[in-house]
């Protein structure tokens, strides 16, 4: 069992609300991340979580917060977004973050940003 | 800084021929590498990964990839593509310089098989 489980699919959010992503994973990967994915351009790191610490945070802006509440699960907090971070979200894990373990992903959440 | 480069914005073939969608690396001492598929609409697929040992790695679906050193390539392969193979390949390395924390991503090549 490979499976990153991303809620919700589809978001459209106002750039004055606040909204959350979630990512969950049981396959006890102790490695999870944040990718932005804009159309037809590979995945960009945002953050990487290694062992429920923030390990990686590629200067995103702070209007992106994520948080990982325990090792099974990920969360990317939204607020005051712009229209240009309308994107594909991917979560993703891995077996640990420090050598050559396979990174699987989730199937995204489209956000929407108006 | 660890790279990979995907020349090909896109690559076309008849189904039923062989692919190949080309991949090249630059990175400081040994690399992982590994590619992944993404249909349309959906996230990534992860398809095979080169960490050492046999430089043939095969994945899954067919798929297939060679690691070669001396040209710093890392193609992937299938002997006889269908139609269900068109999507979008990415070929990435895991970053040494960020004790491999960081997966870096090629631009990615759309295939295309035509029936």
């Known amino acids: 069992d490979t499976e990153v489980t991303q809620t919700p699919k589809h978001l459209v959010m106002g750039m004055t609300n606040k909204k959350s992503l979630k990512c969950e994973q049981h396959?006890?990967?102790?490695?999870m991340y944040w990718y932005k994915q804009k159309a037809k351009k590979p995945p960009e790191l945002m953050f990487v979580?290694?062992?429920?610490?923030?390990?990686i945070n590629e200067s995103v802006p702070s209007r992106f917060s994520p948080e990982c509440p325990n090792s099974s699960l990920l969360n990317l907090h939204l607020h005051a977004l712009q229209p240009e971070d309308s994107a594909l979200y991917l979560c993703a894990s891995s077996r640990t973050g420090d050598s050559g373990n396979t990174i699987y992903f989730g199937e995204g959440s489209w956000l929407t940003v108006v | 800084a660890q790279s990979v480069a995907q020349p090909e914005d896109q690559v076309n073939v008849a189904e039923g021929n062989p692919l190949t969608v080309k991949c090249t690396y630059s990175v400081s001492g040994n690399p992982y590498l590994f590619w992944y598929v993404q249909y349309p609409n959906r996230g990534l697929q992860f398809l095979l990964k080169y960490i050492t040992g046999d430089n043939l790695v095969k994945g899954s679906y067919g798929f297939e990839a060679e690691f070669n050193k001396s040209q710093t390539s890392f193609h992937l392969k299938k002997p006889s593509a269908l139609v269900s193979d068109s999507a979008l390949y990415f070929c990435?390395?895991?970053?040494?310089?960020?004790?491999?924390?960081?997966?870096?991503f090629g631009t990615g090549t759309r295939l295309l098989v035509s029936p």
């Open positions: 396959m006890g990967h102790r490695a």
């Open positions: 979580y290694s062992y429920e610490k923030l390990s």
């Open positions: 990435a390395v895991r970053d040494r310089n960020t004790g491999f924390q960081k997966l870096v």
